[in-house]
């Protein structure tokens, strides 16, 4: 069909003006002619010419034919179907008859979609080139035939980051469906900030905000690592819907132990509340911690009443206690040494009073205290990292049985020093104590305390490489300081070392080759045997040698982070191990050094992995070079926090133990939080112009409604329409030659030409 | 407490001491020396004023103490060999004495810098005379810029065995203690009471100088004195640790 239009430029002033003229030029012609010819054939003449400036005239209207053909469209359609972990909550707080939670999210838009005489999938295909996703944290195209078989396992959905994209490549005549609980946790979390959406997109939602009930921890906050015996805060934030008028109980867990629990009263539908529970570590290491509420009856998620977290727990300083026998020169340049260390804090106790000693006074003009033997023994002896006996004999003091305590003390990890003196080893009685067989050397009774000695220490094979007697780096310059160290004047001999030999004796008469500073292990505490009082000389008499006092500094601070079992004296490390997802590989490294500190590969590594719920499994270690690197895989199956333990031993005989840590979680914390955003469906359906559907009102007449918005968003009809000028065709040309050959032919005939 | 008092507190304390089985055999075979109290001998002036002085002292020191200490004392020269075997080190006199070689000047720094410990105590008691002038000198040449300076009441040397609120000695020039502290310890302690001579006795065990006005009381407080020294010396700021302040500050409140 064509219609005609006028499409001419010209403005119409333009065109009257010419009319006017024209008009003007015709009543001239008339009058120039009726006094010529008679009226009829001047009139006639004048209606001729009159038709062809008419013609004229229109045509400076642009009058053209426009021909329109209407060709309707198959609109394109952007169907995006969630499938992350979410969608596998129950769709309904209404469980089965049977108890069991009803269908899941995901399941009941399958249902939606695929039952029915003619599925509604079906009928969109028909209707729209249907282009149809599955998203998560990532978007992916599948087939209609392929919806039945759709799992939700996505560990994320970065919804309102692909939704724009989505729209961007759906196409300007497009809409977008959207089956969806409008849980996201990408980057984004709001549509604020999110690119404007092309398209109108249609938002089903599904599972239902009405009667959901759920109680779930959420935002944990707790440090990374924390201080030992310093207290830390764990901030936590309870919700819970539907479960208004209960109280739930919160439990606090170290591993598997209780360290608290609260209950927390659910006063509202849409219940939140903070907490905040506060925990003073006493053990150094990486401590996996837990907050669980226990399942409440019709909560539809319960992965969310639970939370780990580990900490790693450090020590600010390495805590030492000193029993010094009596105030000596040896005391005042160990208390030096380690005063003088900002690692090191020192609680020191000197006797200042034999108890047979007199004094001129009452007490109460002494500054003496009593020593707290019950407290240091039964309470506080667990909060030291290492504990000295500097000449000091338990026998004038204190009942021989709180040694039991020291015992256990090295036995669950803490270090005990011995240094000699009159009150020490063998003349300190220890021979008949608990402590004989901690001590790394060999205790009879019959060992003395040799004084004006001249003992000199000679370093062993062992201790050349030892870090605590490695005072220099150089393994040359090393030897040459210990050989510069000051002669000793006072040695304990004892039958001989049970432990390592560092230092032994070397000098007049029997003092040659008896053990000087012996180390060993006891449980898993570390003890070491300083066989002189004397080692105060290697500072003071270094100093009168215009020698360095470093030497002696040095031997004493590193003698204490061994004995504290600082990580960087561990003859086995196992390396920080980031966290891992679900399925991901794990590399676990550790370091394997030998008695004498230089790395070995041929040591036998035990690697052992426990599960959240302590299920262990062997990892096979191997050595990666000749640096004592080994190397072990581990693939976790779950999220949780699983134990690393590393055991190294070499020759049979063990080199050492670490243990570790490692969580592995999905990062997007899919499962946190199961409560369908509807409201941020709305939103999204609000501002891309589309709507929003509730996944039980999803029908036919929900189809209608969407073709109709879309329809008036960006019709689907599309006109072609074809222009032909009046003026580029052959007949308006021919009528006014045919005008003005009748005239010219009338005129001739008349005789005015 | 007055003399008589103080005689039989002492007089008693040896006695059972003495009741003890072989006390001093038992020291001599079993316990080591731990202490040796050693004199500077400087040119110039005089040295030892009270040469009979430090047998008293450490004898009271190990009646009191778990401390074992040489009875007699160690007479040392600034550039001996063996100075740094002996930490702690007395210097007394009477006299201005002569001024100390840049040697030992140096020596001596490195000594008290180091870990060393100096008691000075002046015999005369004249402020800005003889060897207290001349103590002053020396000490500028060695610390130069670090002058001596009061040793506040809660100094540790003041409560390092006795909880000290009196300074003794034969007189009482200055009724307080003064020093020179390197960061938060004090390696010089000087008295000016002239603590030697009231330590001091005669052959037969009679004291030698009269302590005025306090009488012996004002000695006995001169021997307290030399040992919290003594045991300040080996134990540096030990009562100034956390766990003794409690302690001390609740004996103090009690006693005042």
Same mark, same amino acid.
């Given at each position: 069909m064509k219609d005609l239009y006028l499409v001419g430029s010209l403005p119409w002033w333009v065109i009257a003006l010419v009319g006017l003229g024209t008009g003007a030029l015709l009543v001239q012609q008339f009058l120039s002619l009726k006094q010529r010819l008679a009226l009829g054939q001047s009139s006639f003449l004048v209606f001729l010419r009159t038709c062809v400036y008419i013609l004229l005239i229109f045509f400076l209207l642009g009058p053209a034919l426009v021909d329109k053909r209407v060709t309707k469209l198959r609109r394109p359609l952007t169907v995006l179907i969630d499938s992350s972990e979410s969608m596998a909550f129950p769709a309904s707080s209404k469980a089965t008859q049977d108890g069991k939670p009803g269908k899941s999210r995901l399941d009941l838009v399958r249902e939606k979609l695929l039952n029915g005489q003619e599925p509604l999938i079906q009928k969109l295909n028909r209707d729209y080139d249907l282009r149809l996703y599955r998203f998560g944290t990532s978007v992916e195209p599948i087939s209609p035939g392929s919806l039945s078989q759709l799992k939700a396992q996505d560990e994320g959905t970065r919804l309102l980051e692909l939704l724009p994209r989505a729209a961007t490549d759906a196409g300007a005549q497009s809409g977008i469906l959207l089956f969806t609980d409008g849980i996201t946790n990408g980057d984004q979390k709001t549509l604020d900030g999110t690119p404007a959406l092309s398209v109108p997109v249609f938002t089903v939602g599904v599972g239902e905000t009405e009667g959901f009930t759920d109680v779930r921890i959420a935002e944990v906050r707790a440090p990374e690592f924390a201080f030992r015996g310093r207290e830390f805060k764990i901030d936590l934030t309870v919700q819970a819907y539907g479960l208004k008028g209960k109280s739930v109980p919160l439990y606090f867990n170290r591993g598997k132990n209780l360290i608290t629990s609260r209950p927390v009263a659910i006063d509202s539908d849409s219940f939140e509340q903070k907490i905040t529970f506060s925990f003073n570590p006493k053990e150094l290491g990486t401590h996996s911690f837990s907050l669980s509420i226990p399942a409440q009856p019709g909560e539809q998620i319960t992965e969310n009443n639970h939370k780990e977290f580990k900490v790693d727990v450090h020590r600010d300083k390495i805590r030492v206690l000193t029993l010094s026998g009596s105030p000596a020169w040896n005391y005042r340049f160990l208390r030096m040494a380690m005063k003088q260390d900002p690692l090191i804090e020192l609680v020191s106790f000197v006797f200042l009073r034999t108890p047979t000693d007199t004094v001129d006074v009452p007490d109460n003009q002494l500054s003496l205290i009593p020593f707290p033997i019950d407290d240091i023994f039964l309470e506080e002896l667990k909060n030291f990292d290492v504990v000295f006996f500097d000449d000091f004999s338990h026998r004038a003091y204190f009942n021989p049985v709180y040694l039991e305590r020291v015992k256990d003390f090295v036995r669950d990890g803490g270090g005990l020093a011995m240094l000699g003196g009159f009150r020490s080893f063998d003349s300190g009685g220890y021979a008949e104590s608990a402590l004989k067989d901690v001590l790394p050397v060999e205790l009879d009774n019959k060992g003395r305390y040799q004084t004006q000695a001249t003992v000199r220490p000679v370093l062993t094979a062992s201790g050349k490489v030892h870090p605590i007697t490695r005072l220099l780096p150089d393994p040359k310059a090393n030897e040459e300081a210990w050989a510069k160290m000051p002669p000793l004047a006072d040695l304990n001999q004892v039958r001989g070392a049970r432990g390592e030999t560092l230092l032994s004796a070397s000098g007049d008469g029997a003092a040659t080759g008896s053990p000087l500073l012996t180390i060993g292990r006891f449980g898993k505490g570390r003890t070491l045997a300083l066989m002189t009082d004397d080692v105060w000389r290697w500072n003071f008499i270094a100093v009168g040698n215009r020698e360095t006092p470093q030497n002696h500094l040095k031997l004493i601070r590193q003698a204490v982070r061994w004995l504290a079992q600082e990580p960087a004296f561990e003859q086995v490390q196992i390396r920080p191990i980031p966290t891992s997802r679900p399925g991901e590989k794990v590399t676990i490294k550790l370091r394997v050094l030998k008695d004498d500190f230089t790395p070995t590969p041929q040591a036998s590594v035990q690697l052992r992995v426990f599960g959240p719920e302590g299920e262990p499994s062997l990892v096979s270690a191997t050595a990666d070079s000749e640096e004592g690197e080994y190397t072990g895989e581990y693939t976790p199956t779950k999220e949780g926090s699983y134990r690393v333990e590393a055991e190294a031993s070499l020759a049979g005989k063990t080199l050492g133990k670490d243990k570790t840590s490692f969580s592995v979680a999905f990062p997007y914390g899919e499962t946190d939080d199961g409560r369908p955003r509807t409201d941020l469906l709305k939103q999204i359906a609000e501002a891309s112009h589309g709507e929003f559907f509730s996944i039980n009102d999803w029908n036919d007449k929900a189809l209608d409604k969407i073709a109709a918005k879309l329809e008036s968003h960006a019709p689907s009809q599309i006109v072609e329409q074809r222009q032909t000028r009046l003026w580029s065709t052959l007949w308006p040309f021919s009528i006014i030659l045919a005008l003005l050959s009748v005239e010219w032919w009338m005129r001739r005939k008349w005789g005015l030409i | 407490m007055d003399r008589r008092n103080f005689i039989r507190i002492v007089s008693q304390s040896i006695l059972a001491a003495s009741l003890l089985p072989n006390r001093a055999a038992y020291s001599q075979e079993k316990r080591p020396i731990q202490f040796v109290f050693a004199q500077i001998k400087y040119r110039g002036g005089d040295w030892n004023p009270h040469p009979l002085a430090v047998t008293p002292l450490m004898e009271e020191l190990m009646q009191r103490t778990s401390v074992e200490a040489a009875t007699a004392k160690h007479e040392v020269a600034i550039t001996d060999r063996d100075l740094f075997n002996y930490p702690f080190l007395y210097i007394t006199g009477k006299y201005e004495f002569e001024p100390f070689t840049a040697e030992e000047v140096e020596v001596l720094r490195r000594f008290l810098s180091y870990g060393g410990f100096l008691l000075a105590d002046d015999?005369? +008691? /004249? /402020? +800005?005379?003889g060897f207290d002038m001349a103590l002053r000198r020396e000490m500028q040449k060695i610390f130069p810029g670090n002058e001596f300076k009061r040793l506040p009441s809660g100094h540790a040397a003041l409560r390092s065995y006795y909880l000290l609120r009196r300074v003794g000695g034969v007189r009482i020039v200055n009724p307080n203690l003064e020093g020179i502290t390197l960061g938060n310890v004090t390696p010089v302690i000087y008295c000016q009471n002239d603590l030697g001579g009231a330590w001091e006795r005669d052959q037969l065990g009679k004291w030698t100088n009269a302590c005025t006005p306090g009488g012996e009381e004002q000695r006995r407080d001169a021997f307290h004195l030399g040992i919290n020294v003594i045991l300040y010396a080996m134990t540096e700021n030990y009562k100034d640790d956390l766990i003794h302040v409690p302690f001390i500050r609740k004996r103090l409140t009690r006693t005042s």
């Open positions: - | 015999a005369l +008691g /004249q /402020q +800005g005379y």
